[in-house]
């Protein structure tokens, strides 16, 4: 079917006040947050605003009579094309469809849409003492929806994990137009071990299974207190040493953040009333729980850590911990700071290694930046081993781009190489696609196979994941 042909049927079926089919407002859909889509935009034919589930129904059904395909999006904060339509068709913009359908304290758990806003649901969640954890560095813009199909997480995944340890169940609209609902029709049980997860096979699909439109999510106690240290290291091996120390010595802190010398240096360009120490690694812990508690695992971290690091300061007062901990918020955004005509550019960002190769893994970065010529600054969650590498350079340099595309991908090849993965947190979508094979060997044919199962005509989010 040709692109005016759908958007007339889609005004028939929705009216104008519910579409985009104009040009300029499809080019704003033809990017997410990654550097592929800023190279490669690709406009869909029309963007659906839906609020109901028989809306997304009603799309799916005429959507799959005709062979169109049908790109879920949430905020667009993705870092991998996940929700541009990379081989055409209609955008489902599920970011107005925003409602907290019902705060269920008693049982520990809310219900949403897929377009409320992470932030705002921890603040709604904070109001009974309780939170969603994971927390992505996005939180005030990515949606709920997004999360659950990219299975996010952030600082905090260390203790606390990823989107998927708190997915009791959902609502899902298939290619065909049919509504199944995972984790029990009617259930609320917290623990449930019924049937095949689908619920779990979800997770982390990417829209490429279905539409998520309702989503029932596990919240925890919110913590009554926290605690910060920051340990700076002269040599970079003592800082994946001493997470291991702590480890050992029984505490599990709910974040470790890891800033090389790279990010320290851009974190005092841009800030330089942050004043962060010069020095190889700069380790951040998070403890939270109750006073005592947090109390007792900062004196176990600071003896520990103090074993290998040049200083560790403790701090408990919320203002000594916003300013300890906004070098680190700060990194994502400033490192572009390492070099006046530059940018950031999100390309081989997320990857993960065992924390045992963290060392290896930073080093043979820094060779790599080296060996193209490109800066790199290094961060990340090293207390699951997850580091992001930001290479900065001019965008607009059509040799740069090329250079920095050999070395993302050989960054990408050389998690695998490591024993770890090319994304730890972001996701494959259209950018980490042709590494699928490689990580997955026999298992792709599988996850091919359970795709088509679901979506026998391949019109769901093609030219992703797999
Ligand atoms: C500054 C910044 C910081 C970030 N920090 C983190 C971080 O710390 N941790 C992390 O994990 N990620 C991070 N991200 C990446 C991104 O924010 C997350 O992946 C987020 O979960 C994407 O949510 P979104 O609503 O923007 O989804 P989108 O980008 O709109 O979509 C992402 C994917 O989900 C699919 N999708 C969206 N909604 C649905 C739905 N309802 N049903 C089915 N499929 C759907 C899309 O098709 C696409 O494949 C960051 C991004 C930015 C820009």
Known sequence: MEKIAIQKELIKMFGKDMLLNEELDLMYYSYDSSFLTKLEPASPYAVVFPKSTEDIQKIMQFAYQNNINVIPRGAGTGETGGCVAVE??????????????????????????????????????????????????????????????????????????????????????????????????????IKNVSGLNLTKLMVGSEGILGVITRIRLRCFPKPRARGIAMAVFDHLDDAPAAVLDVYQAGILPSGIEILDSSAITAVNQFKPHIKLPAAEAILLFEVDGNPPSVEFEGNVIQDVVGKRARSVEWATDP????????????????????????????????????????????????????????????????????????????????????????????????AIELEGTTTGEHGVGAVRRRYAALEHGTALDYMRKTKDAFDPKGIMNPGKLI
Request: aromatic letters at 4%; one cysteine or more.
């Open 88 to 189: 055409g068709g209609i955008v489902l913009d599920l970011s107005k469809w925003d409602e907290i359908v019902e705060i269920d304290a008693k049982n520990m758990q809310v219900i949403v849409r897929p377009g409320v806003i992470h932030a705002k649901l921890n603040e709604e969640l904070a109001k009974v003492n309780l939170f969603f954890p994971p927390d992505p560095g996005s939180s005030q813009m990515c949606t709920i929806g997004g999360m659950v199909a990219n299975n996010a997480s952030g600082l905090r995944a260390v203790k606390y994990g990823c989107t998927e340890q708190y997915i009791l169940g959902l609502e899902v609209v298939l290619a065909n137009g049919d509504v199944i609902i995972t984790g029990g029709m009617k259930s609320r049980a």
């Open 319 to 414: 203002k000594r911990m916003a300013e300890l901990w906004e070098g680190r918020a700060v990194t994502s955004t400033v490192a572009t700071r390492v070099r006046s005509d530059g940018s950031r550019v999100f390309a081989g960002e997320d990857i993960s290694v065992p924390l045992s190769r963290v060392t290896e893994v930073l080093r043979k970065i820094k060779a790599l930046g080296e060996k193209y010529n490109i800066q790199v600054v290094n961060y990340g969650h090293i207390g699951d081993g997850n580091v992001h590498t930001a290479p900065v350079i001019n965008p607009e340099n059509p040799e740069e781009v090329e250079r920095v595309l050999k070395l993302v991908d050989e960054i990408h090849l050389l």
